[in-house]
């Protein structure tokens, strides 16, 4: 199971670190442009959370029954936001839940631990 937790997790990073309106093909599918946000507000936070849910949902269809909550600063940094995904992962028709780390740096990259 490890190496398909890998494979999302890579998966994951590719589609949150991926623009709506980059795809020429899916003109929805990654995150809401950062650019003009306040990334360190609280209520952003929420909103960005919203919108990783939805990509989650769309885009990442092994995982199920998603919960995306912010986690407040790493280490007291609040250019660094921490975001923690609760989902099920179904393999061979056994549900296994899980929880990934998700870090949200100055540059607006996520990083997945």
Same mark, same amino acid.
């Given at each position: ?18 623009? #709506?309106?980059?795809?020429?093909? =899916? !003109?929805?599918?990654?995150? &809401?442009? /950062?650019? $003009?946000?306040? +990334? ?8 960005? #959370?919203?919108?990783?849910?939805? =990509? !989650?949902?769309?885009?990442? &269809?092994? /995982?199920? $029954?998603?919960? +995306?909550?912010?986690?407040g600063y ?10 923690? !995904? ?17 870090y949200l ?9």
């Amino acid at each position: 199971m490890g190496i398909l937790v890998e494979s999302v997790k890579e998966h994951l990073e590719h589609l949150l670190n991926t623009r #709506s309106g980059a795809s020429q093909s =899916c !003109i929805d599918y990654g995150l &809401t442009d /950062l650019n $003009d946000a306040a +990334v360190g507000s609280k209520d952003q936070a929420r909103s960005i #959370s919203r919108d990783i849910k939805r =990509c !989650i949902k769309h885009y990442e &269809t092994r /995982l199920s $029954d998603i919960e +995306v909550s912010f986690n407040g600063y790493k280490n007291d940094d609040p250019t660094v936001l921490q975001f923690w !995904i609760k989902c099920s992962f179904e393999l061979d028709k056994i549900n296994d839940r899980i929880t990934l780390e998700l870090y949200l740096d100055k540059d607006r990259q996520f990083k997945l631990l």
